[in-house]
């Protein structure tokens, strides 16, 4: 069953180091772009970024300077590392696989994704 | 960044009806669109990509359209597992931005 299971600490202190780790099973890992999002509360999704092995992995401006992705192959997990965390962090952060796809019209050459898994979100709380 | 603006926030209905909901980017995105349902403690789930291609196991009434910058997902036949809410996310460019999201309320 393709799935996507995530894990990681739910209560942090400002300052701290937000780490998330998503298990993918069922499926391979390669050829994917696996991608994290999050919701703050209240708010709409915010994308985070995407891991691009082939072209360097993608960032939101917004959170360049704090964020970084890691990828263990022999495991079939990636994990996202958000450093000195805010309550601004609070939220449910969701890692999901993503797929691109390269369109030619003859006039133009473009590329869009999708994101077609998701894991079940985890819960972030960053409160003192 | 490509700015995302849903339209209405929220919108209140009954099953049975017709709703149409919208979304706007800031610049030309050609069909470079998703539409997701969110419900809280679930995962989200992707209803349409590309604008108006329909993802494998969405029912059939659900339905995407429009190009460029303008862009209109329709729930025909409203059922009572379709009061959520609906986000959209241009998927041209990173950052991939999303909509605020417009929430469907019976």
């Known amino acids: 069953q393709v799935q996507l299971q995530q894990w990681g600490a739910s209560l942090l202190k400002p300052s701290q180091t937000l780490s998330l780790t998503c298990a993918v099973t069922g499926m391979s890992v390669s050829g994917y772009y696996w991608t994290w999002i999050r919701q703050s509360p209240g708010k709409g999704l915010e994308w985070i970024g995407e891991?691009?092995?082939?072209?360097?992995?993608k960032y939101n401006p917004s959170l360049r300077s704090r964020v970084s992705f890691s990828f263990d192959t022999s495991r079939s997990q990636f994990s996202l590392r958000l450093t000195s965390v805010t309550a601004a962090d609070t939220g449910i952060y969701y890692c999901?696989?993503?797929?691109?796809?390269?369109?030619?019209?003859?006039?133009?050459?473009?590329?869009?994704?999708?994101?077609?898994?998701w894991g079940k979100g985890t819960t972030v709380i960053v409160s003192s | 960044d490509i700015q995302m603006t849903q339209s209405p926030s929220s919108l209140s209905a009954s099953v049975g009806d017709r709703v149409t909901l919208t979304c706007r980017a800031s610049q030309t995105i050609n069909n470079c669109l998703s539409w997701y349902q969110l419900k809280p403690g679930k995962a989200p789930m992707l209803l349409i990509y590309a604008a108006s291609t329909l993802q494998s196991g969405v029912p059939s009434r659900f339905s995407g359209s429009g190009s460029g910058t303008d862009f209109t997902l329709t729930i025909n036949s409203l059922q009572p597992e379709d009061f959520a809410t609906y986000s959209c996310q241009q998927t041209c460019s990173p950052p991939r931005t999303f909509g605020q999201g417009t929430r469907v309320e019976i």
């Open positions: 891991m691009d092995h082939s072209a360097g992995d």
């Open positions: 999901a696989r993503a797929v691109r796809v390269v369109v030619n019209t003859g006039d133009s050459l473009y590329e869009y994704s999708l994101m077609d898994v």
